[in-house]
């Protein structure tokens, strides 16, 4: 129940194309869903984030939409770049609680 | 911009040694986490710390593991006796408060068990 189930593993993406990442979760009791972003070597990174009370939350080229009644989450970047090329993580944290559960991260290629 | 910091950046060490990982949070910070990263998989949740107390820890973080605010800009992680499957990055992580959501991370230290 406290998982957070990512999908695709890894994501080959034209420049300019959509990137579009999934995650679905079981605990109820999550209400804050970010994303990272890690560069090899790097830390992660807080892209952008979402609390269940919306559907989409917008931020330059990064968007999360929101099904909470499906329990999913997404990531999509717009007119994707090669320097979006790294590793994407969601994660979710339960209202009460302090640790961030994450997804098994993505890989995103975006090829020039 | 204010950002985590953590040393060493490598760090290797013999089976059975303790070692000790430092980090320096966000100065106007109050919530601070461990988390580790093993090569190519997830990032894993430790512990949280607020007040000078832990506030959460996982099953990970079980009696070979402590942290400490030892003044009032360091914290620390210690391992007391590591074993091979500690080698792993450790990442530490601020928030403002228990109440802000977002966290921040630092850009981890390798711990190299051998």
């Known amino acids: 129940q406290q998982q957070v189930k990512q999908s695709p593993q890894s994501l080959i993406v034209q420049k300019g194309g959509i990137s579009i990442i999934n995650c679905a979760y079981e605990n109820t009791a999550f209400d804050y869903f970010p994303w990272y972003q890690q560069f090899p070597g790097k830390g992660p990174a807080l892209l952008i984030a979402i609390r269940p009370d919306v559907s989409e939350k917008k931020e330059g080229r990064f968007t999360i939409s929101f099904n909470k009644s499906a329990k999913q989450f997404s990531l999509h970047i717009m007119d994707s770049q090669p320097g979006d090329s790294a590793t994407y993580f969601c994660a979710a944290r339960s209202a009460g609680g302090t640790a961030l559960i994450f997804g098994k991260g993505t890989t995103l290629s975006v090829s020039s | 911009e204010p950002e985590v910091t953590q040393t060493p950046s490598h760090q290797v060490t013999q089976m059975g040694q303790e070692v000790i990982l430092r980090c320096v949070p966000i100065s106007n910070h109050l919530y601070f986490y461990w988390y580790r990263q093993i090569l190519g998989q997830k990032v894993e949740f430790l512990v949280s710390f607020y007040n000078n107390e832990i506030s959460e820890k996982s099953e990970i973080f079980d009696d070979q593991f402590s942290v400490e605010r030892p003044d009032g800009s360091n914290f620390t992680l210690k391992i007391r006796s590591t074993k091979l499957e500690d080698s792993a990055m450790y990442f530490c992580?601020?928030?403002?408060?228990?109440?802000?959501?977002?966290?921040?991370f630092g850009p981890g230290t390798r711990l190299t068990v051998t």
């Open positions: 992580a601020s928030s403002v408060d228990r109440t802000s959501y977002e966290q921040y």
